[in-house]
């Protein structure tokens, strides 16, 4: 995933548009199990903004994840928006920029960052997905639970004695 900046580099204020298909195993490395999976399409700009190259773009693709309600796999389609800024190598440290060398600069690292970050932490297969039941484990989006939900957590029913009897 290299641009070559080289005309680029000439102008401040000069845009460059790019688009990228690559498939996800090539950017994803050695991670196992990643939550995406086919190909993966990048596009976005770079801008010339004088000391500071800065890209902007966003990742679409297809994850494939597993619901933490109910334990049932699901494909989504995702768009992930990514940003990083590339400075040219004058030996000075930047730690919101990274340094490049020539006229190529590399998207590879910052988008594996972006997808890496952009994994959810609580994958849902719908808002409203129900779970499983507790005590059956029957998943109750597809058939109804037939255990009684008045059951009182132990820890709580100091509490029931507080509430005016039905």
Same mark, same amino acid.
Request: include cysteine; hydrophobic fraction near 35%.
């Given at each position: 995933? +290299? ?11 000069? !845009? ?7 498939? =996800?195993? +090539? =950017? ?19 801008? %010339?903004?004088? !000391?500071?190259? @800065? ?11 597993? /619901?933490? *309600? ?6 989504? $389609? ?8 590339? *400075? ?22 910052? =988008? !594996? ?8 932490? +609580? ?5 409203? /997905? #129900?779970?499983?039941? $507790? *005590? /059956?484990? =029957?998943?109750? %989006?597809?058939?109804? /639970? ?8 132990? #820890?709580? @029913? @100091? ?8």
């Amino acid at each position: 995933m +290299k641009i070559n900046i080289a005309q680029l580099r000439q102008a401040i204020g000069a !845009r460059q548009s790019f688009t990228f298909h690559s498939p =996800v195993e +090539k =950017v994803a490395g050695d991670e196992k199990n990643f939550w995406l999976h086919g190909d993966i399409e990048v596009s976005g700009e770079v801008v %010339n903004n004088g !000391r500071l190259l @800065a890209v902007t773009g966003t990742i679409g693709g297809v994850a494939s994840l597993v /619901c933490t *309600r109910c334990l049932e796999g699901f494909i989504r $389609p995702v768009t992930i928006p990514f940003g990083q800024t590339y *400075r040219e190598d004058d030996g000075q440290a930047d730690p919101d920029a990274i340094d490049f060398h020539g006229d190529e600069i590399d998207l590879a690292e910052p =988008v !594996r960052e972006a997808l890496i970050m952009a994994e959810p932490l +609580k994958a849902l297969c719908r808002e409203d /997905c #129900r779970g499983l039941c $507790p *005590r /059956c484990g =029957v998943n109750r %989006n597809e058939t109804p /639970c037939a255990c009684g939900s008045d059951d009182i957590d132990p #820890r709580l @029913a @100091a509490l029931a004695k507080l509430l005016p009897p039905q």
